[in-house]
């Protein structure tokens, strides 16, 4: 019974079951199979490419002759006048053996530029794969994936194009030569080839410049320094910039202890390891301007160039210096400075001459020993650059309709708790305006801002270009704010050009090896800041700070301009002039802002500017300035109905009549600055002793440490005139 039961049980779950329905079939999705069909034939497809790729560098012939091989780098910087000013042939080179290369240095390099050296066949198609992943997401190139055998290809022979066909042909050589030499011959050549900056090729080269020691003696931390020298060898050149260096050695140590190359106690000791780096100078034979080349390769890197291809690209950069005034800047920096004896490393003096009126840099030395200090003092260094930014004072007055013949009190004034005064105290009563710019004084510039308002200079100071701060402050007249040189003589260029403000530039043109033109320099910017009425007048009182001022120890002998500056205790000195066609600033002083006795604007700087600016405009001839004429007055017998500015006695400028003290007639006057300036015209002895400090008057040197903030006021002041328009020249 049961059985029959359960038998019947069976039937009836069966016959239920067949009468329930189906589920419902699935619809087919032929967007996801066409994606996994597109998935599977672009992997097949990359896979044969790939699997072709290397079959066909698999089948390439080894290259013939390959370790006979020696550098050959041939871009050259030109001067204007077709000189070689810089070639990159004249390196630094020491063969070596892979034998004599320390294992720290070799392993140090392979775990920075190439981890996987040893177990590729000169190329690694999946690390560029992977890296190029990296860069696309990143949307910036932040992951190399070149191997040493590549980076050895590019140097032997390639260029640094960044193109596609460029890179196919890098893994193609990289391929040769990895058939061709082993890899121990491989690492030895890129090791012996590399250029790891400061004009060294090779770790024997790079180790001599920059530790003055053979390869066997480097130290772990000094060879994990080189190491890290290939990716950017200016940015960590450690003579340019220590703490980066620094930094970029200790990532080369962190590789090394990741790949287990070093232990904990070797690392830990290595990043803490001081960098002591070679002294000794070499002779200016590889780079007649090193400085200017320093800016050369940062206009090229502003145009898109990278450092290794302008060194290995074979360009040849015809530059606008003029070689001669180059080599008379070098030579005269040394021979002025030497005698004066001002011969310590911290003692330095920097030169920028350029055209104001097409912007060709003439002539640039950052410092006096390139090979003591890479340090720039044209584009990096600020320093106040006192009377000489008394001429941006006067141009804000000339301005505002002050005229050269308009009068000054000369005499002590105070401005709130500040009492400017001049050298000595020595005062000379009322003066014509361009008397008191040419003798330098500096009670009338301090009243001559006071009429003029400190807005009004500040602005006139940013438009000629001076990105440097400028406290609103009274003792701005007399410069006591810092500035840099470079743009310190472009803005005296306005005083040279009709009150055009130019952009000075270095490179006039670049040919690559087949002599094609990859770049030709345009026109250069500039902007109108002053009208022409000023930069005349300005240009005919600076000509009396040469001709009977301040600055007669830098006359050339045509007509020229300019104007001299000496801060507080004579720690810097500036002389800035001009002729039609050249602008040149000249800056001496000490890196440590220390005192040097006897240092003013017209003994060293105006004799360094005479030396440079006589070469430089040897082909300009004797012409003057094409300006309108402007007369300067003699008050030899009575001032008139002058006006004057400072006037305590007369407040509203009435103009009364005024007789010039003492008989002595204005134009045969000789002012006390320009006695003091040739009392020290004559150099120090050559024993290393500074100079004794001037007992003769001066207006020039003095320089207020505070000056009071003037109450704002509650009008808004009237914007200063600039620029008369074009049409009315």
């Known amino acids: 019974m049961s059985s029959s039961y359960e038998r019947y049980k ?13 589920p419902p079939k699935k619809k087919d999705n032929r967007f996801f199979r066409n994606l996994k069909l597109f998935v599977l034939i672009t992997t097949a497809l990359f896979l044969a490419g790939i699997t072709a790729f290397n079959l ?7 290259i013939e002759n390959l370790e006979d091989f020696k550098p050959n780098i041939v871009t050259k910087f030109y001067s204007k006048d077709g000189e070689v000013i810089k070639t990159f042939t004249a390196y630094s080179y020491d063969r070596v053996e892979l034998e004599d290369v320390p294992e720290d240095l070799k392993n140090a390099l392979i775990a920075t530029e190439d981890k996987n050296f040893y177990r590729h066949n000169g190329y690694d198609i999946m690390g560029i794969v992977r890296s190029s992943i990296q860069n696309v997401i990143a949307r ?27 890179k196919i042909k890098e893994i193609e050589v990289a391929a040769r030569i990895e058939k061709t030499i082993s890899k121990d011959k491989i690492l030895e050549m890129y090791l012996n080839n590399v250029y790891l900056g400061a004009g060294s090729y090779g770790v024997a080269a790079a180790s001599k410049r920059y530790f003055n020691k053979p390869l066997s003696r480097l130290s772990l931390p000094e060879s994990a320094l080189i190491a890290g020298l290939p990716q950017a060898p200016s940015v960590y050149n450690p003579f340019n910039n220590k703490d980066l260096a620094i930094k970029r050695r200790n990532q080369v140590l962190k590789r090394m202890l990741t790949m287990k190359y070093i232990s904990k106690e ?3 000791k290595a990043i803490n390891a001081p960098v002591n780096l070679s002294t000794l100078p070499q002779i200016y034979t590889t780079n007649k301007a090193p400085y200017f080349s320093d800016y050369v390769m ?15 690209g074979g360009y040849k950069v015809i530059t606008t210096l003029d070689s001669k005034a180059q080599e008379t800047a070098n030579e005269s920096i040394l021979k002025n400075m030497g005698a004066w004896g001002l011969t310590n490393k911290s003692h330095q ?24 200090s890479q340090y720039d003092r044209v584009t990096q260094a600020i320093r106040p650059p006192g009377s000489a930014f008394k001429p941006i004072v006067y141009a804000a007055a000339m301005e505002k309709g002050i005229s050269p013949n308009d009068l000054v009190d000369d005499s002590p004034i105070t401005i709130g708790n500040w009492s400017p005064h001049n050298s000595n105290h020595s005062y000379r009563g009322k003066i014509p305006v361009y008397k008191a710019l040419m003798v330098s004084s500096n009670v009338c510039a301090a009243r001559i801002l006071q009429e003029v308002g400190i807005r009004s200079v500040i602005q006139l100071a940013k438009v000629l270009g001076l990105t440097t701060p400028l406290e609103y402050d009274y003792t701005i007249s007399l410069g006591s704010n810092g500035v840099k040189l470079f743009e310190f003589v472009r803005a005296y260029g306005a005083f040279a050009n009709g009150g055009y403000v130019v952009q000075p530039y270095s490179i006039d043109r670049i040919e690559d090896s087949r002599g094609r033109v990859l ?12 009208s022409l009425k000023t930069a005349a007048e300005m240009t005919a009182m600076m000509k009396t700070v040469i001709l009977s001022g301040t600055g007669t120890a830098a006359n050339i002998g045509k007509p020229a301009a300019g104007k001299t500056g000496t801060t507080d205790e004579y720690k810097d000195a500036y002389f800035v002039g001009y002729t039609p066609d050249i602008v040149m600033g000249v800056w001496v002083g000490d890196d440590n802002n220390k005192k040097i006795n006897g240092l003013y604007g017209g003994t060293i700087p105006a004799r360094i500017w005479k030396d440079v600016m006589t070469v430089a405009t040897r082909d300009y001839g004797n012409h003057d300035f094409d300006y309108p004429v402007v007369e300067l007055n003699s008050y030899s017998l009575g001032f008139g109905n002058a006006k004057i500015i400072g006037d305590d006695e007369n407040p509203s400028n009435e103009g009364k009549k005024i007789t010039p003290e003492g008989s002595q007639s204005e134009a045969s006057a000789k002012p006390d600055d320009d006695k003091k300036e040739q009392a020290q015209s004559k150099p120090a002895n050559n024993e290393g002793k500074e100079s004794p400090a001037p007992s003769s008057a001066s207006s020039e040197p003095a320089a207020p440490v505070s000056a009071p903030i003037p109450p704002k006021s509650t009008t808004k002041s009237a914007p200063i005139p600039m620029a008369v328009p074009e049409s009315l020249r």
């Open 298 to 312: 940062k206009e090229m890197q502003n145009l898109g160039f990278s450092e290794t291809d302008i060194i290995h």
């Open 519 to 530: 770049y030709r320099a345009g026109k250069t910017k500039s902007s109108h800041q002053l």
């Open 56 to 62: 066909y560098l698999s089948s390439l012939p080894p």
């Open 349 to 372: 003096a920097a030169v920028f001459a350029y055209s104001p009126i097409d912007g060709r840099i003439i002539a640039y030395a950052g410092g006096k020993n390139y090979e003591e």
């Open 266 to 268: 070797e690392y830990e």
């Open 140 to 166: 910036q190139a932040v992951q190399g994936a070149s191997t040493l055998t590549q980076q050895l290809a590019r140097i032997l022979f390639l260029t640094n194009e960044r193109t596609l066909t460029r």
């Open 10 to 22: 069976s039937q009836r779950a069966a016959r239920d079951f067949r009468r329930e329905p189906l």
